[in-house]
């Protein structure tokens, strides 16, 4: 059962661009809405995380916004440049249950 | 400081064969869980343990078994192989306390079964 949609599938952006990756989910018991980047051969690292309680969250070029009406969350990367390109996973967790549930993923690439 | 360790790194398995994979965790961590990657499907949750000696299934268990015997280690452990199960199997690890708390993974096992 997947709880947490995530879209597009896959990403083109020119260098400097904005890259936009959207995720919506179900449980409103969610408190926790992490993002994860991947590079190829590697595992998911942490990136940037957000608590319902505020409503945009930024660290340098990375920002996730969050609509807590909507159910839905994004993360935006100003200037994309190539080193960005990844796979990005969104995600989100319940208190007490310590356990993440993981949106399918996008793979952005940033042209030079 | 290594974080998490898997191992192998790559394994080619005969349907029917078993094999163990193996995670170890230098952060202290309670937490430890067991995800498989696979192409438009994202992280899913096989099992996870949340103390030494504790194990419990999460999205996807069937087809395998876990043991949290040590602390630092979480073994996985597949008893007949099928194809079904050829992916990227993630290891990650997270601290015990606090509600938000950051998973650290480990750099995967691909395993192809044939």
């Known amino acids: 059962q997947q709880q947490v949609k995530q879209s597009p599938q896959s990403l083109i952006v020119q260098k400097g661009g904005i890259s936009i990756i959207n995720c919506a989910y179900e449980n409103t018991a969610f408190d926790y809405f992490p993002w994860y980047q991947q590079f190829p051969g590697k595992g998911p690292a942490l990136l940037i995380a957000?608590?319902?309680?505020?409503s945009e969250k930024k660290e340098g070029r990375f920002t996730i916004s969050f609509n807590k009406s909507a159910k839905q969350f994004s993360l935006h990367i100003m200037d994309s440049q190539p080193g960005d390109s990844a796979t990005y996973f969104c995600?989100?967790?319940?208190?007490?249950?310590?356990?993440?549930?993981f949106g399918t993923g996008t793979r952005l690439k940033v042209l030079a | 400081n290594a974080g998490v360790t898997q191992t192998p790194k790559f394994r080619v398995l005969k349907t029917g064969q078993s094999m163990t994979l193996l995670c170890a965790q230098d952060?202290?961590?309670?937490?430890m869980y067991w995800y498989r990657q696979d192409p438009g499907m994202g992280l899913r949750l096989i099992h996870y343990?949340?103390?030494?000696?504790?194990?419990a299934k999460g999205e996807v268990p069937d087809g395998y078994n876990v043991s949290r015997l040590k602390k630092q280690n979480f073994l996985l452990g597949l008893e007949s192989a099928a194809p079904s199960q050829t992916s990227v199997y993630f290891c990650?690890?997270?601290?015990?306390?606090?509600?938000?708390?950051?998973?650290?993974f480990g750099q995967g096992t691909r395993l192809t079964v044939v």
């Open positions: 952060m202290n961590h309670e937490y």
């Open positions: 995600a989100a967790s319940r208190r007490g249950t310590y356990k993440y549930i």
């Open positions: 957000i608590r319902p309680d505020v």
């Open positions: 990650a690890s997270s601290y015990q306390a606090g509600l938000y708390t950051e998973a650290f």
């Open positions: 343990s949340v103390g030494e000696g504790t194990t």
